[in-house]
């Protein structure tokens, strides 16, 4: 019989590919990692490991262990989690994933909404953006992830097999130095930026702006590229290029020297919630996915869905 505590060892060693590093990563000594490896050995019957120099690498056998441990480990933190919700959500905890916009501006009020109605139920929060945050959902790693994607991409797709849940249509805006000549513009086509540089934001927001520049007839030059958007920000203050980014995003970084002004086409992306199936019924993920759909997706009074073209931040 496998025990749940040697798989976690063994996928822990199969995504490190070293002992000392899974140790690390679970907490524990070497000697116990290599103890519950011996025993998870010894009841498959056969060697899940072999040693390739200092490090090590997964049998065959080891490898389909690996892959199965992921849905075992998840079904029995389902499990887990539900049970523990039983006494009416007096107790539970659900792991969320969240990309840093929506850790700033969505996450505390779905939480603070949450903590009202069950406050026996703790949430951990982790940062990651899609796809990885997808990934640590599939693997196990996380309860809900919080993600974005571009209706007109499609890039939806990436998500068969769970369950998708929207919270809130987030608009992508233009944000201008204050000195650019189109900074007080009611809007401004991205045609009429073509000769700007350009600072991009994550990977994914990189492709969708290319893609949508190029329905306008242009490739952006794309001088800076950061995921850290209080940097998008201070780079368009200096002056050293323009971006498109989302409201969300604006709503909780200010910067003298910039404007934001609302760009055609009309770009938006959709923030949703996404969990696994089996997890929907424990009621502690439940709660908190309305939490996130009905508190979350509210812009907050006073933030950018409230500002008029040409809006300065912290000026």
């Known amino acids: 019989m496998f025990e749940a505590r040697h798989l976690r060892v063994l996928r822990a060693v199969a995504a490190t590919g070293s002992l000392s590093a899974a140790a690390r990563e679970l907490g524990i000594t070497q000697p116990a990692v290599s103890q519950q490896i011996r025993a998870l050995e010894q009841a498959a019957g056969t060697p ?5 120099g200092r490090s090590v690498r997964t049998t065959e056998a080891g490898r389909v262990l690996a892959r199965h441990a992921d849905g075992v480990l998840a079904a029995l933190g389902a499990a887990e989690a539900e049970v523990a919700a039983i006494a009416g959500l007096r107790a539970g905890q659900v792991r969320l994933a969240s ?3 929506g850790s700033s501006r969505l996450v505390p009020a779905a939480l603070a909404a949450l903590r009202d109605r069950h406050a026996g139920v703790r949430v951990s929060l982790t940062e990651a ?14 309860d809900i992830a919080l ?12 998500w068969p097999g769970l369950e998708v849940r929207p919270v809130r249509a987030d608009r992508l805006v233009g944000l201008l130095p204050a000195g650019h000549p189109h900074a007080d513009a009611e809007e401004v086509a991205l045609w009429e930026l073509a000769d700007d540089p350009w600072i991009a934001g994550c990977p994914r927001c990189r492709e969708q702006l290319e893609r949508v520049c190029a329905a306008e007839g242009f490739a952006p030059r794309v001088d800076f590229a950061t995921d ?13 290029g323009v971006a498109v980014l989302p409201e ?15 760009v055609t086409p009309p770009t938006r992306r959709e923030i949703v919630a996404l969990t696994l199936p089996g997890l929907v019924r424990v009621p502690a993920v ?3 996915l309305r939490a996130l759909a009905e508190d979350g997706g509210a812009p907050p009074s006073g ?5 008029g073209p040409g809006t300065p931040t912290g000026e």
């Not at 993600?147 to 990436?158: I, K, M, N, T």
């Not at 933030?303 to 500002?307: E, P, R």
Request: hydrophobic share 45%; charged share 20%; net charge negative.
């Open 129 to 142: 953006e899609p796809p990885r945050s997808v990934e640590l959902l599939r693997a196990g790693a996380c």
């Open 99 to 101: 990309f840093p916009s």
């Open 303 to 307: 933030g950018a869905d409230t500002a």
């Open 48 to 52: 899940l490991l072999a040693r390739d």
């Open 286 to 288: 439940a709660a908190l």
């Open 248 to 262: 969300l995003a604006l709503e909780s970084v200010r910067h003298d020297g910039t404007r934001v002004v609302p």
């Open 228 to 240: 850290d958007y209080p940097a998008v920000v201070g780079l368009v203050g200096a002056g050293l």
């Open 147 to 158: 993600a974005f994607h571009y209706p007109a991409a499609g890039d939806e797709e990436a």
